[in-house]
């Protein structure tokens, strides 16, 4: 069964500190990634990383708060999120290619996975 597991979601105080994690089973992910709803809005882009992990790339809104990894040999992904915000109060979602690819942009449909989500709340 191919799956996308996130965790470590939660609620944080403006200018905290949270991890979040992915972990990757049933099928080798290629490229892979966060993107984030919040409420009333449409899910947008977060991060995603290459295979070997030697690209990375950010939305704009995050860049120098986020830091995306992976860890090859466990299948998982994490982003690192500081400094954060009530506006990046969202649910956030893992995804990965199943085949090989060296996209890492922000088209969620070139993704062919989705995790379930998991919840990230910031309080002011």
């Known amino acids: 069964q191919v799956q996308l597991v996130e965790s470590g979601g939660g609620l944080v105080q403006a200018g905290g500190s949270l991890r979040l994690s992915c972990a990757a089973s049933?099928?080798?992910?290629?490229?892979m990634g966060w993107f984030r709803q919040a409420p009333g809005k449409e899910r947008e882009f977060v991060a995603a990383i290459s295979w070997n992990g030697d690209r990375t790339n950010y939305a704009d809104s995050v860049k120098g708060r986020f830091t995306i990894s992976r860890d090859k040999a466990k299948n998982v992904v994490s982003l690192q999120m500081g400094s954060l915000k009530p506006e990046d109060t969202a649910v956030y979602y893992c995804?990965?290619?199943?085949?090989?690819?060296?996209?890492?942009?922000?088209?969620?449909?070139?993704?062919?996975?989705w995790g379930q989500g998991t919840q990230v709340t910031v309080s002011s």
């Open positions: 995804t990965g290619k199943t085949y090989y690819s060296d996209y890492i942009g922000s088209q969620e449909q070139r993704y062919d996975y």
């Open positions: 049933g099928r080798t992910f290629y490229s």
